[in-house]
């Protein structure tokens, strides 16, 4: 399965348009995550944990489309856009969903 931000794939006409799909994933944000994080706000640097978490988590939405397009028929995906947010009570929860238009080229 192919996935593209363009609207288009080049060399590859597209022959039907299946519609929008998407894929959902959520992740939890543990505690010792927080505090590592804490320290690079603290002391400057990255929070590669958070990174890992949003790697997986858009990785994860993608795939999971990816499978929604093929159970449609589909061989690839334009147009895609993964979004981010926080949800939860305490916004301890990492969303990440993807977004696209399913086709056949």
């Known amino acids: 399965m192919i996935a593209v931000t363009t ?8 022959k039907r348009y ?3 799909v998407s894929g959902e994933t ?8 927080d505090i590592g994080a804490g320290l690079s706000n603290l ?10 978490e949003l790697f997986e988590a858009s990785q994860t939405a993608i795939n999971e489309m990816c499978q ?3 159970a449609m028929g589909a061989n690839a995906v334009v147009g895609v856009h993964v979004d ?19 086709v056949e080229v």
């Open 43 to 52: 002391f400057g640097g990255r929070a590669s944990n958070y990174e890992k």
């Open 68 to 70: 929604r397009a093929q």
């Open 18 to 20: 299946y519609g929008i």
């Open 7 to 14: 609207p288009t794939l080049e060399g590859a006409p597209i």
């Open 26 to 33: 959520f992740a939890g944000v543990n505690l010792f995550k």
């Open 84 to 102: 981010y947010f926080t949800a939860g009570s305490d916004n301890g929860m990492l969303a990440a969903i993807a977004t696209g238009t399913a």
